[in-house]
């Protein structure tokens, strides 16, 4: 986070102290209000041309070799912007203060569709899935699942569906809401549905004590719940000056940390967890060297990750499965 860094606590400061994603540090300075950005996306050619491809432009793998009249290679320059990329137009704010910074976009945004793009362009482990992207922003990563997945589900206070982390789940429709809250309500169907998904995707909802903790126990109702979920969770570790340890620490990240076991425990241990209050979520960093950067507009730094969490149920879970 750019220019200014998050109070450890709330209250008015957060209402009106304004905040700056490193994304939009390019973005022409004064500006208020919605801007467009255009992100564009490299694409490797095996699996581009059935996946992602430019409106009425299919992309084309295949070369046709072409001799001229004396019998030479006519070697034909490919076209990279209109053949091995796409771009997609994102509306979002500048600045933000704290409570509304879903308004831009962050780079664990962005790393994360990195991801998304690669597992989609090489395996077929998302072909087909219902998926819940949680505290979603503009959307971008949902938007990138969607030509492969069977379903979607973007949830942020504005976009296609409310899930307040603070309340309980499944959500409820109060009988007085307005037409707008009713817009974005749960349908039984869909809870139905969301309970089915097998991905649940987040990106940047890791920056307020209070925000983790609502979010890990709006997670433990989603994933004990339906069939089984794996949770990929893109973050950045954000660094601040402490008073109670006298040094540049990441809080917010320690904090997120104390709701992990290793990721390497085996069966005796997770067995143990079936008495234990927390954590039940297991966890591993993904090795982002091994994630290509498909998309051109941001630099990922040195403090970005991604985390593959799983949920370890209790027997009784398992078996009303």
Not at 183 to 207: K, M, N, P
Request: proline share 4%; net charge negative.
């Amino acid at each position: 986070m750019a220019e200014t860094s998050i109070p450890s606590n709330g209250g008015d400061l957060e209402e009106h102290e304004q905040v700056m994603s490193e994304v939009h540090l390019g973005c022409p300075p004064g500006l208020s209000g919605p801007h467009i950005s255009k992100f564009t996306f490299s694409l490797p050619p095996q699996g581009a041309e059935s996946i992602w491809r430019r409106q009425g432009e299919a992309v084309s793998t295949q070369q046709k070799i072409e001799l001229d009249e004396d019998g030479d290679l006519v070697v034909k320059r490919r076209n990279r912007q209109s053949n091995q990329s796409c771009c997609l137009t994102i509306q979002h704010n500048i600045t933000s203060s704290i409570p509304n910074v879903g308004l831009q976009v962050w780079r664990a945004e962005l790393i994360l569709s990195d991801f998304v793009l690669h597992k989609i362009h090489t395996s077929s482990e998302f072909e087909g899935i219902v998926s819940l992207e949680l505290g979603a922003g503009t959307g971008m990563v949902g938007i990138i699942l969607a030509p492969v997945a069977k379903r979607v589900f973007i949830t942020a206070s504005v976009y296609v569906r409310e899930l307040n982390w603070k309340n309980s789940w499944p959500p409820t429709m109060d009988s007085e809401s307005s037409e707008t809250q009713k817009r974005f309500s749960w349908t039984a169907s869909e809870v139905e549905e969301v309970q089915g998904a097998s991905l649940l995707l987040a990106a940047d909802v890791i920056y307020s004590d209070d925000l983790t903790d609502a979010f890990f126990n709006t997670l433990e109702r989603l994933m004990s719940q339906g069939s089984e979920k794996v949770l990929y969770l893109a973050l950045e570790k954000r660094y601040n000056f402490s008073l109670d340890d006298l040094d540049v620490v990441a809080n917010g990240y320690l904090r997120f940390q104390s709701y992990l076991r290793d990721a390497e425990v085996d069966n005796a241990e997770c067995e143990s967890l079936e008495h234990e209050p927390l954590p039940r979520f297991v966890g591993k960093p993904i090795d982002l060297t091994q994630i290509p950067q498909y998309v051109r507009e941001y630099n990922r730094g040195n403090d970005i990750e991604i985390w593959q969490i799983k949920y370890v149920r209790r027997k009784s879970q398992s078996q009303t499965l």
